[in-house]
């Protein structure tokens, strides 16, 4: 067994530290060096050296980024691209022809589904949304013959539904199409998609892969090679690919991905035990939680359930808008999976475009993603936000 081969069959944080990267030939460099460069010296015409010959194709910092991806989903391999939306729109143009058909959650994330509706569905592609906690509702939706794709989130955003990766990964098969997963609000960490049955695992590696808020990023991991060689060609053909600095990030921020979660969730699990007793709160939204309806699903598939917390404000919407705008440890911003905390409100913010459309989501929720910071001022922050 090869060194990195020996490190690939490692436990999950000995792979975040050391998968596809050895220390450098030359210095001994611990850490991959952010190649800044577009090109590579040839040793004669063709004889390129490693396989690197121009950027876009491949890059030191970004191969060892895609290493590392590929290890920690337990796949073949991995491609990184300039965010998590280059990625999905990569992968669709890469497994999908005009005339196709996807399905696709009804909660998916804003801009997926502005990805499906606006831009590939004028492309030629249909989609049809179905609930991901429902196998019945996705079984429905698929077209035989058409569709090719069957689009998974799980946990979604922001009502944290769950969808069954191995029962959806039967549903797709059989119909001929693969199944697609979003890990992005799980992380590598928590749960690994293609160990369940899914052919392609999504990240947008903006959240809890970079993990500091400092980069835009995305990934694709998949386990068949033939899947592998068409994504790989259209990621070069189409060019969305994470630069050298990017890739540097993201690849610093998987180091630490396990200790980070394990506090995301210890946080949060906090948080979630001191909203669920508080009068101001109507209704706690969390996959832990026995009474969420996919508890059992996320209990099996799921290490732990993650940063991410909901809840309803008893006073309704100016209540939840006065209880965003007082949190001081907790900034009011969109995005989530950074160390810090944030809060923000759905209805006016991350999902204001789905206004007035089946995907509406609650005026009285507020979302939290819960940081890696002192639970006790976290929960002293809230208690004060909510007056
Ligand atoms: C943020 C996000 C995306 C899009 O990724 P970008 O890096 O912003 O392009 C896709 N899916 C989920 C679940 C996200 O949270």
Request: some cysteine; hydrophobic content about 40%; aromatic content about 6%.
């Amino acid at each position: 067994m090869s060194t990195q081969e020996h490190r690939n069959k490692s436990g999950f944080e000995t792979r975040a530290i050391h998968a596809g990267y050895e220390p450098d030939e030359a210095t001994g460099a611990v850490i991959p060096p952010i190649y800044a460069t577009s090109t590579y010296k040839q040793d004669g015409v063709g004889g390129l050296r490693g396989g690197y010959e121009y950027s876009r194709s491949a890059n030191p910092t970004r191969t060892a980024l895609e290493g590392v991806l590929a290890a920690l989903e337990e796949g073949e391999r991995g491609f990184a691209f300039a965010s998590g939306l280059a990625a999905e729109d990569t992968l669709v143009r890469s497994l999908c022809r005009p005339g196709d058909h996807v399905v696709v959650p009804d909660d998916a994330y804003g801009g997926t589904y502005r990805l499906f509706e606006k831009v590939e569905r004028a492309w030629g592609l249909e989609n049809s949304p179905a609930a991901v906690s429902d196998v019945d509702a996705v079984r429905a939706a698929i077209r035989p013959g058409q569709t090719k794709l069957v689009w998974l989130e799980t946990p979604t955003n922001p009502l944290l539904n769950v969808g069954d990766i191995e029962a959806l990964a039967g549903v797709a098969h059989e119909a001929g199409a693969l199944l697609v997963v979003d890990n992005t609000f799980a992380s590598s960490y928590l749960q690994q998609p293609l160990t369940l049955g899914a052919d392609v695992v999504v990240h947008s590696t903006t959240k809890y892969a970079g993990g500091h808020s400092d980069v835009v990023g995305g990934a694709l991991v998949v386990r068949d090679l033939d899947v592998a060689d068409t994504i790989g060609f259209h990621q070069n053909s189409i060019g969305a690919v994470a630069g050298p600095f990017d890739s540097f990030l993201v690849h610093r921020g998987l180091k630490t991905l396990g200790v980070r979660m394990d506090r995301h969730c210890d946080n949060a699990e906090k948080v979630v035990e001191f909203l669920t007793g508080h009068p101001k709160v109507a209704q706690v939204i969390y996959p832990g939680l026995e009474e969420h309806p996919g508890h059992a699903v996320a209990s099996r598939q799921m290490k732990r359930y993650g940063g991410i917390v909901s809840f309803r404000v008893a006073q309704g919407e100016q209540a939840a808008l006065d209880a965003c705008a007082r949190a001081e440890v907790f900034t009011l911003g969109e995005s989530l999976g950074g160390v810090e905390s944030l809060i923000e409100h759905p209805g006016r913010m991350t999902h204001a475009s789905v206004a007035g459309t089946e995907l509406e989501v609650p005026a009285d929720l507020v979302r939290l993603s819960v940081g890696i910071e002192t639970a006790d001022d976290l929960i002293a922050d809230l208690d004060r936000a909510l007056g």
